[in-house]
């Protein structure tokens, strides 16, 4: 743990960047005893970084590695936390399908993952998932399914304000709306200049998502623009989350994936917000980088055509026609898992490189990000998460 803040430093710890691992971050922080002083660019909550969309799919059985499903399970417990410290509902259980064929990765990394923890995950031919998941039957011949029943749906604007809210209930001392413009870590401590003000602190958490590069030169993180569609069912069929649970599948004679959920209308029991199915295409590198400042907040026209003839293959219960879009930032590493722990130097801890699916973890996350700056060892195997393995 590091010495108590002095007069010598304005705070412990600076968080740049308060998203879905930086406002977990900071808030796991002060339950630590530290003091953190917390920079963020808009309002906790935004859209118009990572993390907004309204819904996140949480999977335990993750098919992108078998070290995920621990830390799946620990960001579930905090979020359940923070769920019962801000009195809204963050997470929704619903299991998850994924659908492919037996050997498939979709397929064989689910297991593999729910074999090395012994989940309990069901298999299921093609007749089972049609018969419990309508909304899933039409299917390539071979199609296997795998229920994970621990699979659900996550509120990511609601929990960031919750971990924010957290955080600062605890003593942290959020800076919105406040750019960090540079940060200069030597041999005491990290100086970091925003366009208010200058502040000493003794350790950085980087937390700033596709922006991470701007702040560790050299940050393997390639940001890049995507579109979000949202679907509803049509006239006289049903989308609904019983139907369509969550789901990553293949697509009918095509050799690729999509993933989602169903509708919940904001008049079904417990729902505070609802919500249309929401179907994305599986985002296949290599990717081209862009400007997380100048993201293209304009969908155009033959832009969602792509999903449009995925959902038409698919799900002939929906309406393929998007009933809302909107533009989100993605940031991918060259092996697409993220980038958790120290780096090469020693006052500067980074947290981010979601490639796609880390909002699910992001409480955990954030805790690991506070163990590595506090000094505290982690009862997960994180290996593969650490930042300097591409050296
Ligand atoms: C379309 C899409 C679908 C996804 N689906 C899933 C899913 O189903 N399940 C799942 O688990 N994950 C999913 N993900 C991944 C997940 O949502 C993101 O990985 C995660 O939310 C990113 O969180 P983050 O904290 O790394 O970044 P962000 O939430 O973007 O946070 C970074 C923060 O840093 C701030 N910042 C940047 N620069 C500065 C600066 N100079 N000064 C101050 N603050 C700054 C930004 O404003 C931002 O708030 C999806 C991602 C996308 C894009």
Redesign the pocket.
Known sequence: MPTPVTSDFDADVAV???????SSAAWQLTVRGLDVLG????EPG?A????T?RT???RVACLEHPGLAPIARRARALWRELEASAGTPLFMQTGGIMIGPPDSHLITGTLRTAAAHDLPVERLDAEEVARRFPGHARMDPGDVGVFDPEAGILR?EAA?VAAADAARAMGARLRTS????AITPDADGVTIETDAASYRVRHVAV?????IP?FVPGAPVVPHR?V?TWFRAKPGRSAALDVLPVFIRSVPGRDTWV?GHGAMPESAPGASDGFDAKV?PEFDGPFHADD?DAIDRVVHPGETDEIHDLVAATFPDLDPEPSDVTT????HTPDNQFLVGPTAHPRVTV??G?????????AALGELVAQAVAGEASALDTGFLDPRRFG
Request: hydrophobic share 40%; with cysteine.
């Open positions: 740049i960047g308060l998203g879905a691992v930086g920079f963020e660019l808009h935004h118009l970084g990572g993390s969309g996140r799919l949480f990511p960031i406040t750019r960090v413009t937390t700033a998502g596709p922006w701007r995507v979000m993933w994305g997380p989100c930032i993605m940031a947290g981010g979601c490639s796609g699916h880390s909002f699910k973890h992001a």
